[in-house]
């Protein structure tokens, strides 16, 4: 008689995953045989020291950035066949706008148009990729922008706004796209202190709202609250991960122990 394999069934699958992904810049390796998933809902944050290549993990993940070997899934329903039943679609094999859409990144610098105000940034993508009427659009848009708390602000321009403001926008941009999962790499790295919680609060709604995200962040406190598991990478490869009570209390390797020496 077939038995059922208990360890497939119960595992939960995967909406984006990696397996043995590596990646050269010339002959310098910067990724080195990692291996990844991500569950729905699942919020994951990344850590490690600059130049580790948590970075270009991300933007292999999010197809920004090709590899040189292994693969990077991404389940078919999160690119809209609704009837896949847990198949996975290898990206390389389809085309990079079709997989990229699913996903929304959210960088350091927030690459907010300058010349548009907080609005018309939100709407842009919504009228010329979408193809929403302006009405649309701007509704659509007003949503977004009271998501980030930044209703009040929706004609301002950029040079107006502080950079919490600013990356506030820029996220509530991503979130107008309709985005199956979130991406942020170093998110309040640029921010002066004071304006760093207004973002990580506006993270933390929406990791509670149920969103996918991995999140590139040397916010310790923000990974030990938010984060159901957190990675640290050194030089290229994933050296330890696991739940951030565990990571952070008890370090297994004497890289992440230095690591943490040096951000506490
Ligand atoms: P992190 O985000 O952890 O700081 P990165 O992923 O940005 O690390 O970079 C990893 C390594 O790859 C670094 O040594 C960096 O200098 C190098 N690197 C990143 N992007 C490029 C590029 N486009 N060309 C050459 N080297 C790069
Ligand atoms: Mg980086």
Not at 60 to 73: I, K, N, R
Request: charged share 25%.
């Amino acid at each position: 008689m077939p038995m059922v394999d208990s360890t497939t069934s119960t595992r939960q699958k995967a909406i984006v995953e990696a397996q043995g992904v590596s990646k050269q810049f010339g002959d310098l390796e910067v990724l080195t045989d990692i291996d990844f998933r991500l569950s729905p809902s699942e919020v994951v944050c990344v850590i490690g020291p600059s130049g580790s290549g948590k970075s270009t993990l991300l933007r292999c993940l999010a197809f920004l950035e090709p590899y040189d070997h292994g693969s990077v899934y991404i389940d078919s329903q999160l690119l809209g066949y609704e009837d896949s039943g847990g198949k996975r679609v290898r990206t390389s094999e389809k085309r990079v706008d079709e997989v990229r859409a699913p996903v929304g990144m959210v960088f350091q610098h927030f690459h907010l148009w300058p010349h548009r105000t907080a609005l018309e940034n939100v709407t842009e993508a919504l009228r010329l990729v979408n193809g929403l009427s302006r009405r649309e659009a701007d509704e659509e848009g007003m949503a977004m922008l009271e998501q980030v708390g930044l209703a009040d602000r929706a004609g301002h321009f950029p040079e107006s706004l502080s950079g919490g403001q600013k990356q506030r926008v820029a996220i509530a941009r991503a979130l107008a796209m309709k985005p199956r999962v979130m991406f942020f790499d170093e998110p309040t790295s640029a921010l002066d202190p004071e304006l760093v919680g207004e973002v990580l609060e506006v993270m933390n709604k929406l990791a509670a709202d149920g969103m996918t995200m991995v999140v590139v962040t040397h916010e310790m406190g923000f990974a030990a609250k938010v984060a159901d598991r957190v990675i640290f990478m050194d030089q290229g490869r994933v050296v330890e991960s696991g739940a951030p009570d565990k990571l952070f209390r008890h370090p297994q390797s004497e890289r992440l122990q230095q690591f943490l020496n040096t951000w506490r």
